[in-house]
């Protein structure tokens, strides 16, 4: 079987995205360790959603290059507010909500297009895949709009939304490698270890974000987290 040097790369990003990924979780946020693996992460990610995106539209998959722009989007955003200042805004956050914007109604009047179809799907997905995708890119743009508002995030804030966004493209590409693709054994799709898999970034979310907003919990009073960095 013949593959594409798209295709090849894309893999390899993919690939490197989860190594560097599950790396960058596991280090205390703030460490080189995490700065190192971190970085490794961006540019997988990046180079990953980048590439899916374009093979998504070749292959007349609208769904998945939508959804490889809004990851990119989504790691282009979390680096973006790792690096600057808290309480700090300007012009490619303004530029950068027009993605979410963007993707979000394409999702949704596809989703409209396809309950309105004969099959009730659109592209091989149906309606609702499209609703759901695009309430979350929805849902992103949403906290853009609250960011301008407020004029920008600061402290726990920025940690925070950080690690949404981090942690959701993550899933992004772990949900796609061990559920979207029927490369492993039936025997390991049957005991159900693929799907705790694609979802334990969002658990690992859940966990990070409470750590973040309740330090207390789990560290001594007078402890605080180390500096912010991808």
Request: hydrophobic share 50%; net charge positive; charged share 10%.
């Amino acid at each position: 079987m013949k593959y594409s040097p798209i295709l090849i790369f894309h893999i390899c990003a993919g690939i490197l995205g989860l190594l560097s990924g599950t790396a960058a979780m596991s280090f205390r946020k703030g460490s080189h360790r995490h700065r190192l693996t971190g970085n490794v992460f961006v540019i997988s990610m990046l180079s990953l959603s980048a590439s899916g995106a374009y093979l998504g539209f070749m292959k007349h998959q609208t769904l998945n290059g939508l959804q490889g722009i809004l990851t990119f989007y989504l790691v282009a955003t979390a680096w973006w507010t790792a690096r600057r200042r808290d309480g700090e805004t300007g012009i490619f956050d303004w530029g950068a909500l027009i993605v979410p914007l963007g993707v979000g109604a394409g999702l949704v009047i596809y989703g409209l297009e396809a309950a309105n179809s004969q099959t009730g799907s659109e592209g091989g997905y149906p309606g609702a895949a499209y609703f759901i995708f695009g309430s979350v890119a929805l849902l992103f743009a949403a906290g853009d709009v609250r960011m301008l508002v407020r004029g920008g995030v600061s402290g726990s804030q920025r940690i925070a939304r950080h690690l949404f966004r981090m942690c959701y493209a993550l899933f992004t590409a772990t949900g796609s490698f061990f559920l979207g693709r029927q490369i492993f054994p039936a025997f390991l799709r049957k005991t159900g270890i693929l799907f705790i898999l694609a979802f334990l970034p969002l658990l690992l979310m859940i966990f990070w974000l409470f750590r973040v907003r309740f330090p207390n919990a789990y560290t001594n009073p007078k402890t605080k987290l180390g500096p912010l960095a991808s």
